[in-house]
């Protein structure tokens, strides 16, 4: 397994998570897609297989946005290995930043778990109703220096 820069191409090569399929929406906006791939942003490999798309945002100095799709053909051993180096990246990250904010589906729970076994800690309890492109609701999670 590695860990390579995000192409286009990999968000198409990718069947996405289920929890996740809303963001097939975002992704297919001619101009989302470049604009991630020209980010701080990665792709994980098995051999030819994309088994998940993710990087940070700069909001503003100081705050980032953390964001991942994860493929359905993950698998716990592949699952530890993302999340080793997910964990690793956001704690270089966060040496240069105060604030890493991420969402996930509020209906998501293995997105909660990860997160939270990331070290994030959620900072909307209720959730945020319509948050998302379909109107679905997330909640926000962030990890703070």
């Not at 975002?26 to 490999?45: K, R």
């Not at 592949?78 to 969402?103: A, G, P, S, V, Y």
């Not at 959730?127 to 999670?141: A, I, K, Q, T």
Request: some cysteine; proline content about 6%; hydrophobic content about 45%.
């Amino acid at each position: 397994m590695t860990v390579i820069p995000l192409k286009v191409e990999h968000f198409a090569a990718m069947a996405v998570q289920p929890a996740q399929a809303f963001a097939r929406v975002v992704l297919e906006d001619p101009q989302v897609a470049p604009f991630l791939a020209a980010q701080e942003s990665f792709t994980a490999m098995d051999g030819d297989q994309v088994l998940g798309c993710g990087g940070v945002l700069k909001q503003w100095e100081g705050r980032l946005m953390a964001w991942a799709l994860l493929g359905t053909a993950i698998g716990t051993r592949r699952m530890l290995w993302i999340h080793n180096r997910t964990r690793f990246f956001l704690r270089d990250q966060l040496k240069r930043c105060r604030r890493i904010e991420t969402t996930v589906d509020t209906e998501f729970p293995e997105g909660h778990r990860w997160v939270r076994a990331l070290g994030f800690r959620c900072e909307t309890p209720d959730g945020m109703p319509g948050y998302r492109p379909d109107g679905g609701s997330s909640h926000l999670y962030a990890m703070v220096r």
